[in-house]
């Protein structure tokens, strides 16, 4: 498809872009619709401005592991890690590509930017709103980020056994909103948070390239003022967009005087899935244009402290899913 300027409304358009993150020395995006899921990785590692220190995250086959095993060595233990082939048998591999997405004609339809439903853009004009600003060194901040085009996509992709089997949410109506599609452009991401309601989460990038750095849970002892100073540090940078967080307060964590917890800093490809346990703090920037699916998993392992946060953020799947799991309880005895 050759490149073209899509409209995209003006108060929408300045949302999209940062106004305060430069491209210099980076290299300006290229917003053709057929090379944005293209760029070399060499060039997706200088825009993140970071490294690849994963080198002891386990990368596991999705066909060779069980829920079981999957649960009592990554969830129960709280442990990261990348799953290499979930993704084989997906028509999405193809059929979620830039250039595919336009033909198959999900470029014409209202997508969420943020997952708000009072924030509808075409695809086509998510992409033109930075080809319309290549000349001006910005940055896009936010991404398409749609729990209701899921239902639209959801043939096109299968979750992963062990992760999702577990899932508490598919045993009642009424689920938290849990499921995410995600498009973003490169230099766009997600601020630094954990994820709600004491779930974990998988992500799995179809087309591009995300930078992840990942912190583990917050420590209730830290006696140390230093430490707890990195630590305080931490939660206020979770201000900042995710370009800025990753180009100025990431840096910060690498050095010497830094006394929090050390970032675990992933490049995730396309054909990744990465496992985020619960509590885990993490921040990610596309590097690429990237197309990805992910879903938040509620599992037994924390079922407690789910339902304690659930009772007073989503009351109604609380009540239901404890009404559930007493009745199961029940026709066990």
Not at 159 to 165: C, K, L
Request: net charge neutral; charged share 25%.
């Amino acid at each position: 498809m050759a490149s073209q300027a899509f409209s995209c409304p003006r108060k929408l358009k300045a949302e999209l872009l940062s106004d305060d993150a430069s491209l210099d020395g980076v290299g300006r995006m290229d917003a053709d619709p057929e090379s944005l899921c293209s760029r070399g990785v060499k060039r997706s590692r200088s825009l993140a401005n970071g490294c690849d220190n994963a080198e002891h995250l386990d990368r596991i086959s999705a066909s060779e592991l069980s829920a079981r095993a999957f649960s009592s060595r990554y969830v129960e233990t709280s442990t990261p890690c990348l799953i290499t082939d979930a993704q084989t048998s997906w028509p999405a591999v193809r059929r979620w590509q830039i250039r595919r997405l336009l033909k198959l004609g999900c470029g014409r339809l209202q997508w969420r930017i943020g997952d708000r439903p009072d924030q509808l853009i075409r695809l086509q004009s998510y992409l033109g709103a930075f080809e319309d600003a290549r000349g001006s060194g910005m940055l896009p901040q936010q991404c398409i980020f749609d729990s209701a085009m899921v239902d639209v996509l959801a043939g096109d992709y299968a979750a992963p056994s062990a992760v999702e089997s577990s899932n508490l949410f598919r045993l009642v109506e009424g689920a938290p909103t849990h499921r995410w599609i995600i498009i973003g452009a490169a230099g766009s991401g997600t601020q630094l948070h954990v994820d709600p309601l004491a779930t974990c989460a998988w992500n799995a990038v179809v087309c591009g390239a995300k930078q992840w750095a990942l912190f583990p849970p917050t420590r209730e002892d830290i006696k140390d003022t230093a430490e707890q100073e990195a630590e305080d540090d931490l939660k206020e940078s979770m201000r900042l967009p995710a370009n800025a967080w990753f180009s100025t307060f990431l840096p910060q964590t690498r050095g010497r005087d830094w006394r929090g917890p050390r970032a675990l800093e992933v490049l995730q490809r396309a054909g990744d899935t990465i496992f985020v346990p619960e509590g885990w703090r993490h921040a990610v920037l596309n590097v690429e244009t990237s197309v990805a699916v992910t879903h938040n998993v509620a599992t037994p392992h924390a079922m407690g402290r789910m339902l304690a946060i659930a009772s007073h953020a989503a009351p109604i799947f609380a009540a239901r899913l404890s009404s559930y799991l007493n009745d199961t309880s029940d026709r066990s005895r």
